[in-house]
Nanobody
Framework: QVELVESGGGTVQAGGSLRLSCEPP????????MGWFRQSPGKDREGVAG???????DYADSVKGRFTISGDDTRGIIYLEMNSLKPEDTAMYYC??????????????????WGQGTQVTVSS
């Protein structure tokens, strides 16, 4: 059982920033497509950002230019830097690990495993 430990959620005003962190098992970090998806009540899961083992990144159109996903190869931690947050970004955010051969934002939340989630709330 792969355990993904997330942290960093909270409440922020519109226009503010938050950084989420996720620490997967080391072998998972080294071999899986890592990313974040989000889900709010009554809405479908939405892949937000993904990062491949070689560092290539991909984003949902809704967050491009505002969110940045990165990986610390030394510590094996995935980060999601979220800037210019909007009320519509309010959701539970989940860290996820997707096994090969999947490696697109669309696969986040549909394949692989994910953590317990961390709540992000953006007030207007």
């Amino acid at each position: 059982q792969v355990e993904l430990v997330e942290s960093g959620g909270g409440t922020v005003q519109a226009g503010g920033s938050l950084r989420l962190s996720c620490e997967p098992p080391r072998n998972t970090y080294d071999t899986h497509y890592m990313g974040w998806f989000r889900q709010s009540p009554g809405k479908d899961r939405e892949g937000v950002a993904g990062i491949e083992t070689d560092g290539d990144t991909d984003y949902a159109d809704s967050v491009k230019g505002r969110f940045t996903i990165s990986g610390d190869d030394t510590r094996g931690i995935i980060y999601l830097e979220m800037n210019s947050l909007k009320p519509e970004d309010t959701a539970m955010y989940y860290c996820t690990a997707v096994p090969p051969p999947y490696h697109t934002v669309w696969t986040l939340g549909r394949f692989g495993v994910w953590g317990q989630g961390t709540q992000v709330t953006v007030s207007s």
